[in-house]
């Protein structure tokens, strides 16, 4: 069966840190993984999208990294801000070109404290 | 441009009614989709679309019925609603990236 697993299931940090969460997945034929953000009460949003063949992606702040071999992603957030306080999924897809076969992690909450 | 729309946002049930959640989208997507969202676990896939006049069963379907009569609208139904059905129901659509409405939160009492 496809997984996709996140840590930490929460995590706070202050304001203008740096972290990581981690998402680690067994998710066959890999397609491709995408980071989403969540804000409380509203659906999740795109933040970076890699295939098998991308190691790293930016978007802003947000660095994602990918290694196909041990079926790991992180995502790193550079200088955090309050508005960076939300849910960060992880989701794999296994079949290219469709949400049909998108494994959704169940989240890292972070909070960002002022 | 409003992207993907879902009414309401929020409803009570009692055990037993009915109810049907309406999602729209105005980017001519072909490819519409029901995810539920409980504590501690990821989204789930109820339902998916491919299509006007298309449906098809996703991860979780039991208890649900959709239709798709418009390209631009998917409707969710419940028949007769249950507590274990108490979550927060997204839409989304999809081209090449997943697009999400913003949610509706049912309580079944």
């Known amino acids: 069966k496809n997984q996709v697993e996140q840590s930490p299931q929460s995590l706070i940090i202050l304001e203008g840190k740096n972290c990581t969460l981690q998402?680690?997945?067994?998710?066959?034929?890999?397609?491709?993984l995408r980071w989403y953000k969540q804000d409380t009460g509203r659906g999740p949003v795109s933040l970076t999208i890699?295939?098998?063949?991308?190691n790293t992606k930016s978007n802003g702040r947000y660095t994602a990294t990918l290694d196909a071999d041990t079926k790991q992603s992180s995502l790193h957030i550079t200088a955090s801000q309050l508005s960076d306080s939300a849910s960060y999924i992880c989701?794999?897809?296994?079949?290219?070109?469709?949400?049909?076969?998108?494994?959704f992690g169940s989240g890292t909450q972070l909070t960002v404290l002022p | 441009n409003a992207g993907v729309t879902q009414t309401p946002k929020f409803r009570v049930l009692k055990t037993g009614q009915s109810m049907t959640l309406l999602c729209a989208q105005d980017?001519?997507?072909?490819?519409m989709y029901w995810y539920r969202q409980d504590p501690g676990m990821g989204l789930r896939l109820i339902h998916y679309?491919?299509?006007?006049?298309?449906?098809a069963k996703g991860e979780v379907p039991d208890g649900y019925n959709v239709s798709r009569l418009k390209k631009q609208n998917f409707l969710l139904g419940l028949e007769s609603a249950a507590p274990s059905q108490t979550s927060v129901y997204f839409c989304?659509?999809?081209?090449?990236?997943?697009?999400f409405g913003q949610g509706t939160r049912l309580t079944v009492v």
């Open positions: 989701v794999v897809s296994a079949y290219p070109g469709s949400a049909r076969q998108l494994t």
């Open positions: 998402c680690n997945y067994t998710v066959s034929p890999f397609s491709n």
């Open positions: 890699m295939t098998f063949s991308e």
């Open positions: 980017m001519n997507h072909e490819y």
């Open positions: 679309s491919v299509g006007e006049g298309t449906t």
């Open positions: 989304a659509s999809w081209n090449t990236e997943a697009f």
